[in-house]
C-alpha cells in the first residue's frame, strides 16, 4: 500500500506565501503613511502655536515697550526747557527701558531662529538655552552642521531644557560621524517618552529620534544625514 501521505507537512503554496507578504508590505506601508500623516499634523499645529506666541510677544511686548517709549520721549522733550532735572530723569528712564526692549527682541528672534547657528555656534546657543531654563548642562559638540541641521538638534533641546525642572543636571552630545550627526540628550528627570513637535522636526528632514525614560532619567537620541 502506497502511503501518500509520506513527508506531508503542511507547506504553505508559494502564491499563497506571497500574498501573505504582500499584506504585510501593504500593511507596514499603511502604517507609515499614518505616522507621516499625524507627525505632518503636529508639525503644522506646532508651527500655528508658535506663531500665535510670536504674535502676541510682538503686540503685547515688544509694540508696548515702544508705545511707553515714545511716551517718555515725548515728556522728555516738553520738559528740557522747564525742568531739566526732570528731562534728564525721563531720559535716564528711557535709556533703561530701551535696553529691556532690545533684550527681549533678542530673546523673541532667538526663538524664531538663533542667529548664532548660520556662523555654526551651535554649541553657544545651546549653552544659552540651557541657561534661559535654569538647568545645569554639559555641552559637547564636535560637528559643524549646515544651519538646517543644526537647528533642528537646538529646537529639540530647547523642547527639553524647557521641560526640564530647574537645577536639573543635562548632558548634551553633538558628534558627527560617517555622514551622520548624532545626538543625545541625558537628563536625571523622567520626562516620559510623549513624541514632541521638535523630534518631528528632526523626522521631516530624513532623520529619527528615540526617546527612553526610566528610572528618573530620560534620554533623547537622535541622527540626521549630515555632510561636513
Known amino acids: 500500500m502506497t502511503d501518500n501521505c509520506r513527508g506531508s507537512g503542511h507547506r504553505g503554496h508559494p502564491l499563497e506565501t506571497e500574498q501573505t507578504d504582500e499584506q504585510a508590505t501593504l500593511d507596514e506601508l499603511r502604517r507609515e503613511i499614518e505616522e507621516l500623516r499625524a507627525s505632518r499634523r503636529r ?31 515725548e515728556v522728555a522733550a516738553a520738559s528740557i526747557e522747564s525742568d531739566p ?12 527701558e530701551a ?20 556662523a555654526g555656534g551651535l554649541a553657544a546657543e545651546l549653552r544659552a538655552a540651557a541657561s534661559r531654563a535654569g ?33 536639573t543636571q543635562v548632558v548634551v552630545m553633538v558628534r558627527g560621524e560617517e555622514g551622520v550627526l548624532a545626538f543625545e540628550i541625558d537628563l536625571d528627570c523622567d520626562l516620559g517618552s510623549e513624541h514632541r513637535a521638535a523630534h518631528d522636526r528632526v523626522e521631516a ?20 544625514p549630515f555632510s561636513r
Do not use: W
Open 43 to 73: 508639525l503644522a499645529l506646532a508651527a500655528d502655536a508658535e506663531r500665535r506666541d510670536i504674535e502676541r510677544a510682538l503686540h503685547g511686548g515688544v509694540q508696548q515697550d515702544l508705545v511707553g517709549l515714545a511716551a517718555i520721549l
Open 85 to 96: 532735572a526732570s528731562a534728564k530723569a525721563l531720559l535716564d528712564e528711557l535709556q533703561r
Open 99 to 118: 535696553r529691556r526692549a532690545l533684550t527681549e527682541m533678542q530673546e523673541l528672534a532667538n526663538r524664531i531662529f538663533p542667529p548664532l547657528l548660520e
Open 135 to 167: 538647568v545645569q548642562a554639559r555641552i559637547e559638540v564636535d560637528a559643524s552642521p549646515p544651519p538646517e541641521i543644526a537647528g533642528a538638534v537646538y529646537f529639540c533641546a530647547l523642547d527639553t531644557f524647557e521641560r526640564t525642572p530647574a537645577g
Open 205 to 224: 528632514i530624513g532623520g529619527q529620534v528615540t526617546i527612553t525614560a526610566r528610572d528618573d532619567r530620560t534620554t533623547v537620541a537622535g541622527s540626521l
